[in-house]
């Protein structure tokens, strides 16, 4: 072997061309929608492809990535908690992940492991469809990580951002790295984004804003899509507000982790389609 060969995965005597390994690293181990959107993908693209989930705890991440290299895994989906430690353990930051602070996307290329976000084009990719945007006012609700990333879509969307958190001073920081400002609910807006993780099973009675609080005409977009329909989206609906659930993001994200390492961009139609049939079948899924 020379110090430049690249591990693959090998072909088994009876199959085809070898397949492509990519995978998803989460902890706690739990349920993951991520290899029902990426399968579904491969296979209307014809991409031989496989898509794993691996239970890597924060003691194991660094080998994990190092894992990368060594099978030759084409791509790794990062969720929590390792968005932000993945950034130390990549080649190559893209300037989006590098801004917003997190990674949600490995992908190996011939000489380097690049981190990516997707999360803000998933955000940008579901918001699109109902706007224009520019020069209209949100409201983000939360300053963890999908907040990050959803104030770095709005700021690319043009929007003016306010940002409101249980903890202002994260409120403060996030404003002060992506650009907005820190303010309050009763302030009016067009968007309000909820970013907290209020609502989430088995939390389903819990809501971010009290109905009162939602203003009637306009958009309310719950980045939860466990349950579908938030207990914010049904009050939001019966204000008279248009509403956008969680799982469009999560479609879009999807799209473009597969597009950065096959160079093909599955219908996100086909994608949505399988992720409300699982999601039909299993209450547990995440
Ligand atoms: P995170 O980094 O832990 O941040 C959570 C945020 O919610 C923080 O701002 C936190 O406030 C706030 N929060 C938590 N519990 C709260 C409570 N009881 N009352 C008020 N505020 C509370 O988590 P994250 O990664 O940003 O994820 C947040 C949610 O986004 C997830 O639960 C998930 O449902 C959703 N998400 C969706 C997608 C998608 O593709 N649709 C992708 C990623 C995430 P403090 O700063 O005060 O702690």
């Not at 209307?44 to 496989?50: H, M, Q, S």
Request: with cysteine; aromatic share 4%; charged share 20%.
């Amino acid at each position: 072997m020379t110090a430049n060969h690249e591990a693959r995965p090998v072909q088994a005597l009876d199959e085809g061309p070898a397949r492509e390994l990519c995978g998803i690293i989460l902890h706690p181990a739990g349920h993951t929608l991520s290899p029902i959107l990426h399968q579904a993908a491969y296979a209307a693209l014809g991409l031989d492809a496989v898509y794993l989930a691996f239970d890597v705890a924060p003691s194991a991440l660094e080998g994990a990535v190092a894992g990368m290299r060594a099978l030759g895994v084409r791509q790794l989906s990062v969720s929590l908690p390792h968005k932000e430690a993945v950034l130390k353990l990549a080649n190559h930051i893209s300037p989006e992940a590098q801004q917003i602070g997190a990674a949600n996307t490995l992908t190996r290329t011939d000489d380097a492991i690049v981190a990516d976000n997707t999360d803000w084009v998933g955000v940008l990719r579901t918001l699109e469809p109902h706007g224009p945007w520019k020069g209209r006012r949100a409201t983000v609700l939360g300053a963890g990580g999908a907040a990050r990333a959803v104030v770095y879509a709005l700021r690319h969307l043009g929007m003016d951002v306010l940002v409101t958190n249980r903890t202002r001073e994260r409120a403060s920081r996030l404003v002060d790295e992506l650009g907005g400002r820190v303010g309050s609910i009763n302030e009016p807006y067009d968007l309000l984004v909820n970013a907290t993780p209020l609502g989430l099973q088995p939390q389903v009675d819990a809501s971010p804003v009290g109905a009162e609080e939602l203003q009637p005409r306009a958009l309310i977009f719950d980045t939860v899509y466990r349950p579908l329909e938030t207990r914010l989206l049904r009050e939001a609906a019966a204000r008279g507000c248009r509403t956008q659930d969680g799982l469009d993001m999560l479609v879009h994200q999807a799209v473009e982790q597969i597009r950065l390492w096959s160079g093909h961009s599955p219908d996100p139609a086909l994608l949505r389609r399988a992720a409300d049939h699982a999601l039909q079948g299993d209450t547990a899924l995440r």
